[in-house]
């Protein structure tokens, strides 16, 4: 079934505008802000200690937080410089790290994917990265289909290399950072990547036999109009990525520094930046991708798309997933892992990275371990956004009951977004519309039970839309 035009789905421009507030994105739940700051790594030690007699699946993740040049737009936790010996000695720190903590891994379950992301993992060259795998491979059993999958920064790879992700580190699916095929917007946001280097990657990833390729779009950078963007699009169609993460550009000067040198470049006015949204979901959507929800899209004959189609989705901190199981062990500076109902993070800070490290300790800056009311509005905020639906079955260990009375204690707040068209109050479930899917964080906020302290503690969230 096809996704829509925002116009056949009833959605105006004003909707948008009205439904655009400062809402979490709800890769994890509870929320980033609202964890422990005094979360220890001999908490998580003793949660992952209990981890005993468990088989079922999870995740590794690894981050590469270098990158030669900080592009302007860019919100990630990165390592800015141009030393490339700095990534012989991280991989070091990295088997410390995931030596420590699969000493307290006791769960028996095989490990079923694997990604790498950053700043740039092909700031690793490819036997750093062979590794890195190494690694991973001697402290973890893997599973024999298990998923690879990295992120390539286009400027740094040739296609000797991208072939040998494939070839030789068994990687299947690959994602590019592209934000914007004009080339003005390019030079304005100081990244420089040409179209031919694009399309030449992207070349390079189909002739290596890449499973999925992945691109990421942004909408709202400097000097992009109404015609540069279209132009962008048309690439995109060319091209014909399995997938596609468009985001909305969050401008935050305040809090990234880096971004103030953006200030005296013609950022688009709200007005565009809806038209261009608007313009790419419409777009996208006829030419064969599907809206999976939260700024993702995947051709109709995608496993995201199928998976979502059979309810099955799941959700974790590097976006929506197909796989069972959405537990991930994660590895290096500002790593999030997610492991059974317990999240702990990473310093961003390299050098207390490796000092806690030098004392046989990970470095976990702040986390936390859900409580059984957690656990419940986790699942129902991952099932709203993931499969549009909370059906009022057993699951999870949470009875029918317990969903049924959730949604009636969150019916006042509920019944204006029914109202609007975005959900239904079904008796048997609780159901996003495909109107709905455009605003899944103002649905998901109803379930939140922290948001309503954001304001307090002055956390400001990135626009729902
Ligand atoms: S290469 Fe990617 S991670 Fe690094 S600064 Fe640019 S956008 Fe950010």
Redesign the pocket.
């Known amino acids: 079934m096809s996704t829509g035009t925002i116009e056949s789905l009833g959605i105006t421009p004003e909707k948008i505008t009205q439904y655009d507030q400062r809402i979490p994105r709800y890769t994890s739940y509870p929320t980033a802000p609202f964890w422990r700051s005094d979360f220890t790594w001999e908490e998580w030690r003793a949660h992952l200690d209990g981890s005993a007699g468990t088989n079922s699946p999870f995740s590794l993740y690894v981050h590469v937080p270098f990158?030669e040049?900080?592009?302007l737009?860019?919100a990630?936790n990165?390592i800015?410089t141009p030393k490339k010996e700095v990534a012989e000695d991280y991989l070091g720190w990295l088997e410390k790290e995931i030596a420590l903590t699969a000493s307290h891994f006791r769960g028996e379950g095989e490990a079923n994917w694997l990604h790498l992301g950053?700043?740039?993992p092909n700031y690793l060259n490819v036997d750093q990265l062979q590794r890195l795998v190494t690694i991973l491979k001697d402290h973890f059993r893997f599973a024999a289909d298990a998923e690879r999958s990295i992120e390539i920064?286009p400027r740094l790879a040739s296609p000797e290399q991208v072939a040998a992700y494939h070839d030789l580190l068994g990687f299947r699916r690959i994602s590019f950072?592209v934000q914007d095929f004009h080339a003005e917007t390019q030079s304005a946001i100081g990244?420089g990547q040409t179209r031919e280097i694009t399309f030449a990657n992207v070349a390079s990833a189909r002739a290596a036999g890449f499973r999925s390729v992945n691109i990421d779009l942004i909408y709202g950078l400097p000097r992009q109009s109404t015609e540069s963007w279209s132009e962008t699009l048309d690439a995109i169609c060319e091209l014909r990525p399995d997938r596609i993460a468009l985001y909305n550009f969050a401008f935050l000067p305040t809090k990234l520094a880096h971004q103030r040198a953006l200030s005296n470049e013609a950022l688009p006015p709200a007005e565009l930046k809806l038209e261009m949204f608007i313009e790419a979901h419409n777009r996208l959507t006829a030419a064969g991708w599907e809206f999976i929800g939260m700024d993702h899209y995947a051709l109709r004959e995608d496993s995201l798309t199928k998976a979502q189609e059979a309810g099955s989705l799941r959700r974790n901190f590097m976006g929506y997933t197909t796989l069972r199981g959405s537990d991930m062990l994660a590895f290096g500076t500002s790593a999030i892992s997610d492991f059974r109902s317990g999240f702990a993070q990473n310093t961003k800070k390299l050098s207390q990275y490796k000092k806690a490290l030098s004392e046989g300790i990970v470095p976990v800056e702040h986390g936390m371990i859900l409580s059984e009311d957690d656990r419940l509005r986790q699942f129902v905020i991952e099932e709203l956004m993931c499969n549009g639906a909370l059906r009022y079955t057993s699951q999870r260990g949470f009875s029918e009951e317990v969903f049924r009375e959730l949604v009636t204690a969150a019916r006042e707040r509920l019944e204006p977004l029914a109202e609007d068209g975005l959900v239904t109050l079904d008796d048997d479930a609780l159901r996003v519309t495909r109107k709905g899917r455009i605003f899944l964080r103002n649905i998901a906020v109803v379930f939140d039970s922290y948001f309503h302290r954001a304001q307090e503690k002055k956390i400001i969230f990135s626009r729902a839309v």
């Open positions: 990158c040049k900080h592009c737009f860019c990630c990165v800015i950053g700043g740039t920064d950072g990244r």
